[in-house]
């Protein structure tokens, strides 16, 4: 957008949604977990469902494009940032629908939707409680950790398809989801509201004490002390993909201020400065290493957006 347009659309947008929650020419790099990033045109806090479905009928009407994201933990923007609007789902709502049972806004952090279970001695969710990002990102990619994933708590999720041109709420069950590893029906066309759980009567202890135990284990195995995104790379149908990096000898490797971790292959951190550009040209670098030496061809698992 130039100028103009950006002072426009911020004028339409301050109709719905409060000053404090829109930002114009705002880093991206302070909305992703990489802290990389341009600038988005128009970067806004979406409170409710009501504003989700004022701004989709807006970037429809001004025919600027609209990009949704959660946490910011599974993306890389590249330098050049995102023209148009982005939109970060920063819904916060639950409610439990029978005492195993709770409904939860897309919104929520991981981290928060586990403290709310502990306190219900609800068991299940224990090995997303350290997922650094969304419901709804999570179960757009199916997260998993340590042995569990949302594939096997989700009932039900309420979802705007934005190809629907009346704009609907819909609603699908676990078997719609077409859960696969680090998949789902849902893609980057369709905003997820809030979805459903069922979950476990457990014993509040042996609950923290899992948590407790995979929180440990990610500080032993993986680099959270530094930037990422998560895990870089998908699992091979035969192989594990950060061993094969690290076989190639590429553990440490640096381009610019991103580097192949030193303590998990899969990870790509960012050292304090890293650009966009830099994970980028290290991707395709360790993607061409693993090819040449085993004949596997390695996917990312991040989203990259931008320009």
Do not use: W
Request: charged share 30%; with cysteine; hydrophobic share 35%.
């Amino acid at each position: 957008m130039d100028n103009s347009k950006i002072i426009e659309t911020y004028d339409k947008i301050k109709n719905f949604i409060s000053k404090e929650d829109i930002y114009i020419n705002e880093p991206m790099s302070k909305h992703t977990t990489f802290k990389i990033g341009g600038n988005a045109d128009i970067f806004i806090k979406l409170r409710s469902i009501e504003q989700i479905e004022k701004i989709v009928k807006l970037s429809r009407k001004i025919n600027e494009p609209l990009k949704i994201i959660g946490n910011g933990s599974n993306i890389l923007v590249k330098d050049n940032g995102i023209r148009g609007i982005v939109a970060k789902v920063c819904t916060n709502s639950y409610e439990f629908v029978d005492d195993e049972t709770i409904k939860v806004d897309a919104g929520l952090l991981n981290s928060k939707v586990a403290q709310i279970l502990l306190d219900k001695q609800l068991s299940g969710f224990e090995f997303a409680a350290g997922i650094p990002g969304t419901i709804g990102g999570a179960i757009k990619m199916n997260a998993g950790a340590y042995g569990g994933q949302m594939s096997d708590i989700v009932v039900s999720t309420r979802y705007i398809n934005l190809s629907d041109e009346q704009l609907r709420i819909e609603q699908i069950d676990n078997e719609e989801h077409e859960f696969g590893y680090r998949h789902s029906i849902f893609s980057n066309n369709i905003i997820i509201l809030n979805t459903t759980l069922k979950l476990n009567k457990g014993i509040k202890e042996e609950i923290q004490d899992k948590m407790d135990c995979n929180k440990q284990s990610r500080k032993e195995k993986q680099p959270i002390d530094k930037p990422s995104a998560g895990s870089t790379f998908k699992r091979g149908s035969d192989f594990i993909t950060a061993q094969l990096i690290d076989e190639c000898g590429l553990k440490g490797y640096t381009i610019g201020g991103a580097q192949v971790s030193e303590k998990h292959a899969g990870f790509i951190v960012n050292l304090g400065n890293a650009t966009a550009k830099d994970v980028l040209e290290l991707v395709e670098f360790v993607k061409k290493q693993v090819f040449e030496k085993f004949n596997k061809a390695i996917e990312l698992e991040i989203e990259v957006i931008g320009e």
